[in-house]
Structure formats: structure tokens, C-alpha cells
């Protein structure tokens, strides 16, 4: 029997669906939300009807029978910090997103529209590898400073959606090897995959590993602190250094690497100079996750939206490719990636996960 799906991954401005039949996409729509549809609301939360019913309407603009579809799924929110797989919205992960368990942020809504959805066509609502999943080995955690352990924030929709994708390919199963995935988008997250769990990662927001289009990445501590006392910036100015005007950002005006590479091909030396100094970093980072997997890795997987640009990517592979092959998986189809997670529990292939 096919599966027939409606996704829904909320942003900070934007509201994507797509509505699949198995793997395969019917239609989707970006629903665009102004700064002032966004500004009535006191909070992510009191967002949801407005959300519901945009998405709702458009589904009648389609004339799509909502009792055609098997399930709902939701991108993941700030939930507490949880293994990778597929979730069901129970009652206690509902009421977690509603208080923002680790944080306010837009996905949150993404379970809470799957769950009122589902719940009104009754049908199973689910959640799909969020951004807090958490699998790091106890050594992975300490930091130096035991007030500041280390904590898993990274891509892992598209980190673990890619990583199964390679071993349905390859014929064996995901929790057989050892791979080492990078995802360069905003933001950019390196993670050791060792049998089937990402043991270790670079926190992807705001402390870890190289610069990206919009973060810092790791930054010289002492140095930072100086920053943060010397009385020149407040706190939520010193973190959007870090994140959001950090990185290229910071560095040249731009969060795009495409306008990054026309700056190089217009003869921008600073531009070139700091298109290397982002391979070198993530060159490192992929390094540093081959030690953690004591140098036994299988496969580096490159992914996310800067994976389109075959320079970086080669650049890559020269400085890293003597770890493992590589293979490349440009951008990040989350929509499909959701619809993979429901997927494979309502097939049988993975059981679904307990909150």
C-alpha cells in the first residue's frame, strides 16, 4: 500500500509542505510570512493557528482530499536532547514543544501542526531526527571547563538522511560502518558516524569547529572574552558576532557562496584567501573525526547546499580524500528526508522511537 504523507517544516519566515505519495513528492509550496504577519505574535507558540490554517487553505486551493494521507510529520524543535530516529507526537513531546524545552525556536512548531493535523483526519502524527539528537560518546562531552560540557546541535536530518541513503546504495545497513558526513550550508557541522550513532559532532550553532556562511565556529577563547568585557558590545551583540553576522558574514558582507566565488573570479584577493581558509577549517574538522573513529572510516559523505560548488568540494577531497572515498550529495531535500523517517516506521523497517 503507498504511504501517502503531508510534511511540514516551519521556519523563521517561511512554512514548506510537501505532500508525498511513498518517496515520491505530489506538490510542494514555501508559504512566505512577513516580518509584520510574524511581529502579532508574542510567541512561536501562539503562531500555530495562523500557520494551520495558511497551510490548510492552500491544501483546498490544491483540492487535496486531507483523508487521503496515512500521516502527518513535522520538522523537530528544541526538545531535550534525545537518540536519532523517528518519533511520535506523544503528549509529554508535545507539551516540550510548546515550552521550548532547550529554546523558542520556529520547528518547534513543526510537531505541534503534525499532531492538530493528524489528530483532526486521525491519522499518526511524527517527528524526524531533530537538531538536538544526541548519541555523543560520555568523552565526546567535557569541554576543559566542567561547567561547559560539550553538546550535540548539528544538522542531523540531513546528516543521518544522507548517511542511510549511502547505505541503502551501497546495500548494507547504516548502522554497519563508519562515516564521517559534512554538512556545509548556514551553518556547517562535521559528525562521526560509528555503526549506526553520531558518537561525536561539532555543535553547529554557536561554539564548534570551522567558520561557515553565518557562524563563527570555534574562536580564540581568551580573546572572546576580552571582547564580552571590554564594554564596547552587549551580550546579544557579542553572540550575533558569533552567530549570524560570523563567518563570511563577518569577513565579506555575504552569507552566499556563490557570490563569494564571483568575488574570487572578479580578482577579490581577501575574498580567495578566505574561500581556502574555510576548506582548511572544515578539511580539519573532518580529520579530527577520523582520530575519533580511531582513522577506520568507510566513507566521508559531503552534503548541504555548498556541496553544489565543485571547487570547495574538490578542494576537499585533495586535502582529506587520502582519509576514505568520498562520495557528494549536494543540498539538503529535508521534505523528502521527513518522508523517508515516516516511512520506514510505518513499513516496518525501523521501529519508532519513545520519547
Known amino acids: 500500500m503507498a504511504i501517502k504523507s503531508l510534511i511540514i517544516n516551519p521556519g523563521s519566515t517561511s512554512t514548506k509542505i510537501g505532500v508525498f505519495e511513498d518517496e515520491t513528492l505530489l506538490f510542494e509550496e514555501t508559504l512566505r510570512h512577513s516580518t509584520e504577519e510574524i511581529a502579532q ?17 492552500l ?29 511520535a507526537v506523544t503528549d509529554d513531546l508535545l507539551n516540550d514543544l510548546k515550552i521550548g524545552k532547550q529554546g523558542q525556536h520556529a520547528s518547534n512548531l513543526g510537531g505541534i501542526l503534525a499532531r492538530e493535523i ?29 561547567e561547559l560540557p560539550r553538546t550535540s546541535v548539528f544538522h542531523a536530518l540531513n546528516q543521518k538522511a544522507v548517511a542511510k541513503r549511502y547505505a541503502k546504495e551501497k546495500g548494507v545497513a547504516y548502522d554497519s560502518l563508519n562515516l ?45 572574552i576580552k571582547l564580552c ?15 549570524g553576522n560570523g563567518g563570511f558574514n563577518a569577513y565579506l558582507n555575504t552569507n552566499d557562496m556563490r557570490e563569494v566565488n564571483k568575488m574570487v573570479e572578479e580578482g577579490n584577493k581577501e575574498a580567495e584567501v578566505i574561500r581556502e581558509a574555510f ?13 575519533v573513529l580511531s582513522g577506520k572510516v568507510d566513507q566521508i559523505l559531503i552534503t548541504g547546499g555548498i556541496a553544489y560548488n565543485q571547487y570547495v568540494t574538490d578542494r576537499l577531497i585533495e586535502r582529506a580524500g587520502f582519509i576514505a ?14 518522508a523517508q523517517g515516516a516511512i520506514r516506521v510505518i513499513s516496518g523497517e525501523e521501529k519508532a522511537m519513545e520519547y
Do not use: W
Open 180 to 224: 564521517i558526513v559534512v554538512h556545509m550550508g548556514g551553518g556547517v557541522s562535521v559528525g562521526a558516524h560509528e555503526k549506526g550513532k553520531v558518537v561525536d559532532v561539532f555543535n553547529a550553532l554557536d561554539g564548534d569547529g570551522a567558520f561557515s556562511p553565518e557562524r563563527a565556529g570555534a574562536v580564540p577563547s581568551g580573546a572572546l
Open 118 to 146: 493528524g489528530d483532526s483526519i486521525g491519522v499518526p502524527s511524527y517527528i524526524v531526527d531533530p537538531v538536538v539528537v544526541d548519541e555523543l560518546m560520555p568523552t565526546a562531552r567535557y569541554s576543559g571547563v566542567p
Open 325 to 338: 572515498p568520498v562520495t557528494v550529495y549536494p543540498g539538503e531535500d529535508e521534505l523528502l528526508a521527513l
Open 41 to 57: 505574535y508574542a510567541s512561536i507558540v501562539d503562531q500555530k493557528d495562523f500557520r494551520k490554517n495558511i497551510i490548510l487553505d
Open 229 to 243: 568585557f571590554s564594554g564596547q558590545y552587549t551580550e546579544k551583540e557579542v553572540y550575533r558576532k558569533l552567530v
Open 279 to 291: 576548506i582548511l577549517q572544515v578539511a580539519k574538522d573532518i580529520g579530527s573525526m577520523a582520530c
Open 59 to 87: 491544501m483546498k486551493e490544491k483540492d487535496f482530499d486531507m483523508k487521503s494521507l496515512n500521516v502527518i510529520v513535522g520538522r523537530g524543535g528544541m526538545l531535550k536532547p534525545i537518540p536519532g530516529g523517528t518519533y
